[in-house]
């Protein structure tokens, strides 16, 4: 009922930029927090950043002053502009986004998407 579908990964030189982006699509009444979280081979999925409807944002220490997070409320879209990339921010990203369905607006219900691979050539 609901689609997260990334696009933007790819492979860079460090040092390098990339730009993800996730738009959501389907049944849904409105969005409460998006974000974007990785997982490097062997590694368990961790946050990468996240922000509220409202704008609010958080980020892991290993990517604040690099990588900035932005959403557009009107078209359920969220994006990850990634600067200075790191060898170390190689892995598979994933969009999330907190969604309250048409049918039933006081649950609010985790959808992700299926993920862009990011890798930082050294």
């Known amino acids: 009922q609901v689609q997260l579908v990334e696009s933007g990964g790819g492979l860079v030189q460090a040092g390098g930029s990339l730009r993800l982006s996730c738009a959501a699509s389907g049944s849904i009444f409105s969005i409460d927090t998006m974000g974007w979280y990785r997982q490097a081979p062997g590694k368990q999925r961790d946050l990468v950043a996240t922000i509220t409807s409202g704008g609010s944002t958080n980020y892991a220490d290993s990517v604040k002053g690099r990588f900035t997070i932005s959403r557009d409320n009107a078209k359920n879209t969220v994006a990850l502009q990634m600067n200075s990339l790191k060898p170390e921010d190689t892995a598979l990203y994933y969009c999330?986004?907190?969604?309250?369905?048409?049918?039933?607006?006081?649950?609010?219900?985790?959808?992700w998407g299926q993920g862009t691979q990011v890798t930082v050539s050294s």
């Open positions: 999330n986004a907190n969604v309250r369905r048409l049918q039933s607006r006081n649950i609010v219900y985790p959808y």
